[in-house]
């Protein structure tokens, strides 16, 4: 049924961008493979996949006041069950009240996975704006990890889903100015619990700031806020959140998610970025390739370690070729990761990256591991 519904919305894509002015129809089509070992291997296997997904992004534009934007990704997934069962963790919709994603093949060394991660009507007037469906409420102020983005805790470091996945909601938005604007947003899970918050942002002299609070996931009242301000040319980003578990009694019901991250764009357009993360409660690691991944989704649970840090960098020789790097410390595993890639524009819609990356891993005093990983990228934009 879902599969039918799929080849049916394409159509209509189609129909409506040949024949409507209004309406627009963007995408891609990305074929990823991968190629790593680890030291030692407890897989038993070579970590290989090859992925190829395309997506769709369709916006229908009805009037000045509506309009309608939808996204579908297919993805086909071979290679070993321990990378492709991350490729399905990262790929579904597994946590959001609409079950819109369909797998018609789910086997331990091949998947195709279809999902719709954006499905929403927008109505919009001067001032005003209402957004009812899946869609993305970003209200992230740091680069890399973000406590106030409660809607959607994508991990920091995903090789397989560059979108954010969104979620079911109602959300509305009042401007005040071309700085200051009030949000309220209204959520669910497949579970059926609530998520309920306020948001506001506004501007004093060369401070941006944001004040948020609300119901998280049913059982947590949380507050936070953040800031952006630049000080010698140089961006200073902060946010954080804060959550109370109203079910439980003691100290372990308060969790403090804290993110500060500085960058600086050169006068030759190089990047640099750091960003460091603070959280009373990491979670357990069960598996090391998901030692980046919050469990279920979690926005209480964004990190490993009690402190974490990270660098980026990034550099463009020239319009079609640019290097771009990342480096992270996770505190308590004692774990680095480093990573860097290649891209180069070979055609006018047409992607070429290459990317290697290696880690370093301490769990306790009884068993580390290392491990190195190449990527090879085809991306084609229409």
Same mark, same amino acid.
């Given at each position: 049924?879902?599969?039918?519904?799929?080849?049916?919305?394409?159509?209509?894509?189609?129909?409506?961008?040949?024949?409507?002015?209004?309406?627009?129809?963007? /995408?891609?089509?990305?074929?990823? +493979?991968?190629? !790593?070992?680890?030291?030692?291997?407890?897989?038993?296997?070579?970590? $290989?996949?090859?992925?190829?997904?395309?997506?769709?992004?369709? #916006?229908?534009?009805?009037?000045?006041?509506?309009?309608?934007?939808?996204?579908?990704?297919?993805?086909?997934?071979?290679?070993?069950?321990?990378?492709?069962?991350?490729?399905?963790?990262?790929?579904?919709?597994?946590?959001?009240?609409?079950?819109?994603?369909?797998?018609?093949?789910?086997?331990?060394?091949?998947?195709?996975?279809?999902?719709?991660?954006? &499905?929403?009507?927008? $109505?919009?007037?001067?001032?005003?704006?209402?957004?009812?469906?899946?869609?993305?409420?970003?209200? !992230?102020?740091?680069?890399?990890?973000?406590?106030?983005?409660?809607?959607? +805790?994508?991990?920091?470091?995903?090789?397989?889903?560059?979108?954010?996945?969104?979620?079911?909601?109602?959300?509305?938005?009042?401007?005040?100015?071309?700085?200051?604007?009030?949000?309220?947003?209204?959520?669910?899970?497949?579970? !059926?619990s609530p998520t309920a918050a306020l948001f506001h942002r506004n501007n004093f002299r060369k401070l941006d700031y944001? &004040? &948020?609070?609300?119901?998280?996931?049913?059982?947590?009242?949380?507050?936070?806020? /953040?800031?952006?301000?630049?000080?010698?040319?140089?961006?200073?980003?902060?946010?954080?959140?804060?959550?109370?578990?109203?079910?439980?009694?003691?100290?372990?019901?308060?969790?403090?998610?804290?993110?500060? /991250?500085?960058?600086?764009?050169?006068?030759? #357009?190089?990047?640099?970025?750091?960003?460091?993360?603070?959280?009373?409660?990491?979670?357990?690691?069960? *598996?090391?390739?998901? +030692?980046?991944?919050?469990?279920?989704?979690?926005?209480?649970?964004?990190?490993?370690?009690?402190? %974490?840090?990270?660098?980026?960098?990034?550099?463009?020789? %020239?319009?079609?070729?640019?290097i771009k790097s990342l480096v992270a410390y996770f505190h308590d595993q004692k774990a680095f990761l480093v990573g860097?890639?290649?891209?180069?524009?070979?055609?006018?819609?047409?992607?070429?990256?290459?990317?290697?990356?290696?880690?370093?891993?301490?769990?306790?005093?009884?068993? +580390?591991? *290392?491990? &190195?990983?190449?990527?090879?990228?085809?991306?084609?934009?229409?």
């Amino acid at each position: 049924m879902f599969g039918r519904f799929i080849i049916a919305f394409s159509l209509f894509q189609l129909c409506f961008y040949s024949a409507n002015a209004q309406v627009d129809l963007t /995408g891609y089509i990305n074929n990823y +493979s991968l190629l !790593g070992e680890t030291r030692p291997n407890p897989f038993d296997e070579t970590l $290989w996949q090859n992925m190829t997904s395309q997506r769709f992004n369709f #916006n229908w534009r009805i009037n000045n006041n509506f309009n309608i934007y939808i996204s579908s990704r297919t993805n086909f997934s071979i290679g070993n069950s321990t990378i492709l069962k991350m490729i399905k963790a990262t790929s579904t919709d597994d946590y959001n009240l609409m079950k819109l994603s369909y797998s018609p093949v789910d086997k331990d060394d091949k998947w195709l996975g279809v999902a719709l991660d954006r &499905l929403a009507l927008r $109505w919009a007037a001067d001032d005003f704006e209402i957004t009812l469906g899946r869609q993305r409420i970003n209200w !992230g102020n740091t680069i890399l990890w973000n406590p106030n983005d409660i809607f959607d +805790s994508s991990p920091v470091i995903n090789f397989t889903y560059p979108e954010k996945m969104g979620c079911d909601a109602l959300h509305a938005t009042f401007y005040h100015s071309e700085v200051a604007t009030s949000e309220i947003a209204l959520s669910a899970d497949r579970d !059926g619990s609530p998520t309920a918050a306020l948001f506001h942002r506004n501007n004093f002299r060369k401070l941006d700031y944001q &004040l &948020l609070g609300g119901v998280y996931k049913g059982h947590y009242l949380f507050a936070g806020g /953040g800031f952006t301000t630049e000080l010698k040319h140089v961006n200073i980003r902060f946010e954080g959140s804060y959550f109370r578990d109203f079910r439980k009694v003691g100290d372990k019901r308060d969790v403090v998610q804290i993110a500060l /991250g500085i960058d600086k764009i050169f006068s030759n #357009n190089l990047i640099l970025q750091t960003e460091v993360l603070y959280t009373n409660k990491p979670y357990d690691i069960s *598996d090391v390739l998901f +030692s980046y991944v919050p469990k279920r989704q979690s926005v209480r649970e964004l990190t490993t370690s009690s402190w %974490s840090f990270a660098g980026q960098l990034y550099y463009p020789f %020239s319009n079609l070729f640019s290097i771009k790097s990342l480096v992270a410390y996770f505190h308590d595993q004692k774990a680095f990761l480093v990573g860097a890639e290649m891209s180069y524009q070979l055609f006018k819609n047409f992607e070429l990256s290459l990317m290697v990356g290696a880690f370093d891993y301490t769990l306790g005093q009884s068993y +580390s591991m *290392d491990g &190195l990983a190449g990527t090879l990228h085809l991306k084609y934009y229409f």
